[in-house]
């Protein structure tokens, strides 16, 4: 028990560490009318310019 | 003595016929934002504009905080447009996700609805919501009564 445990700390703790990190980072998401869609991390060079449109209007 | 059957249930009646109105009859655009405020405790302000960028109903009280909320949301969704979208496919709803808050834009039926929330909001769930206001807004719009059109009558009137 103890070492199932260990074992799922040890694969879900970096996986959770992540999600948190990337969950603080800015981005922009786009969703297409076909479906598909897009996210643009904030070191994105596109990303850029809609950040600054949308840090406008907060 | 009692009275007749027509006063005594006026009162109900009344309301009674209010709260069938208010089934029968689309809801206006701005029932349609109080609405997604209410369901969605996420979205701290929320725009309706139309496809000529018309503010047609807002949370905000003030003005200038409308416009610049519905401003900054059409020049995300064109630059977003102009940058990423092709003769096939086209933006339909965006999530620009910041520190402070985010902001959300999405368009159906000819109108378009910019939104604001707190930070790290529940994606999916708030788009859902916008997507419901703005057909619940779109609909309202088409079944509003339109003014009626003299150039009809006055050629009807020189074929007579």
Do not use: N
Request: charged content about 25%; proline content about 4%.
């Amino acid at each position: 028990m103890r070492k199932l445990l260990g074992l799922a700390m040890l694969v879900g703790g970096p996986l959770y560490l992540r999600r948190r990190r990337e969950a603080g980072r800015e981005r922009v998401q786009l969703h297409f009318d076909d479906g598909s869609s897009v996210t643009l991390a904030d070191d994105a060079p596109d990303a850029q310019p809609l950040l600054a449109l949308a840090r406008r209007a907060l | 003595m009692r009275a007749a059957i027509g006063e005594e249930l006026g009162d109900g009646l009344r309301k009674r016929a209010t709260h069938v109105g208010s089934i029968v009859w689309p809801v206006d655009v701005a029932s349609a934002l109080a609405d997604l405020t209410e369901i969605s405790s996420q979205v701290e302000a929320a725009v309706v504009v139309d496809a000529e960028g018309a503010v047609l109903a807002s949370t905000i009280a003030e003005e200038p905080g409308t416009e610049r909320l519905a401003v900054a949301g059409l020049a995300l969704l064109e630059a977003a447009t102009s940058r990423f979208g092709t003769s096939v496919r086209t933006v339909l709803q965006l999530e620009a996700a910041l520190r402070e808050g985010s902001i959300f834009v999405a368009r159906e039926g000819g109108l378009a609805i910019v939104a604001r929330t707190s930070a790290a909001p529940s994606s999916g769930l708030v788009l859902y919501d916008l997507r419901t206001c703005l057909r619940a807004a779109a609909e309202a719009e088409q079944k509003k009564p339109k003014p009626r059109s003299r150039r009809a009558k006055k050629t009807e009137t020189a074929d007579a």
